[in-house]
């Protein structure tokens, strides 16, 4: 097989036998409890220079608790998979956490430009449906996926890529690397305590996110009991044998929303990207809601208060779908 051009971005590469035998051997697939605090949660599964995934965007269906609580425990060296990042990436940077992004999408900001320009972080380029597609073909078992979507950009350069010649057709083909996350973080509307979890509304790769990776973190607004699973299995988004944690966070996307349950708190967010142009702001903002407090839900209480959490919910909308 031919290879007529790769991209220059890092890729961290896992054989796909090398991660089956992982699974063998680590994976739990008894019905146990697996419930837990974040912080008990992140001190278990989430080490210095991991790599980090996790489903959606900070705006909706965000696992923002879990990323608060990562950074509170000071992780370093992280890389992570910034399929449709935004909050959660400058946080990171911010706090010192990340040493690589794999780039969907991603706002820009000083922050990022910042860290970036100065070598403190290093990027590839990748889109949101590529990245994605790492995640697939990490979760098929296979080392690569082939797709069209790179060629004829500036992307495949700066991506971690190869083009080859189709061995079928005789013309060029990207080959996008699958990639194994040691941790996927996911916020799910439901799930039991064994770890099935059910998504409603829209989203981006849930289940390919957490069928790729080594550990998977759940976080919900709502645990349920195991018989509703049992009595409508087509609802679960996230079987359990893929799940080794759940915590149980109502309001963990905030500020971003969950479909049909809270709305995103938008003057939050405006309040956040006036503090993002001013590193002073921007460390307050860090001490004010994730130094300065315990968990998450001490941050609810005292930074943002019942009433405003009881307006966002008040606004969401239950759509036909959801539920």
Known sequence: MSVLFSGQGKIRFTDPDDMR??????????????????????????HDGDYLSFDFSSF???????????????????????????????LFIAAGCLEHIDVGFMGLGRTLNGAVERGEVSVTEWTNGTL??????????????????L???????????????????????????????????????QADVYGNARCFGPGVSPLETAA?????????????????????????TIPY????????????????GLPGVYELDIDHFGDFLSAEADPAQLAAYLDTYIYSVRSDTEMLEKRVGLERLNELKRRATIKEGYR
């Not at 146990?32 to 001190?43: L, Y």
């Not at 790729?212 to 679960?236: F, N």
Request: one cysteine or more; hydrophobic letters at 45%.
């Open 212 to 236: 790729s990776a080594k550990h998977v973190i759940i976080a919900t607004d709502e645990i349920i009991e195991h018989e509703d699973i049992r009595h409508e299995p087509g609802k679960t």
């Open 132 to 149: 994605t597609l790492r995640h697939q073909a990490a979760a098929m078992g296979v080392p690569f996926l082939p797709t069209r979507a």
């Open 241 to 256: 044998y893929l799940v080794d944690a759940v915590v149980f966070a109502p309001f963990g996307c905030y500020p971003g």
């Open 151 to 189: 060629l004829g950009s500036d992307t495949l350069k700066y991506s971690g890529a190869k083009v080859i010649e189709d061995p079928f057709g005789g013309r060029p083909i990207a080959l996008v690397p699958a990639v194994y996350p040691d941790v996927a973080l996911i916020h799910v509307h």
């Open 21 to 46: 035998a992982w699974v063998r051997d680590h994976k739990q697939r008894d019905f146990v409890d697996k419930t837990m605090t974040a912080q008990e949660a992140v001190t278990r599964f989430v």
């Open 60 to 90: 909706t269906r965000g696992p923002l608790v879990l990323v608060r609580e990562i950074i509170r425990q000071r992780r370093r060296n992280l890389w992570y998979a910034a399929k449709f990042t935004l909050i959660e990436t400058t």
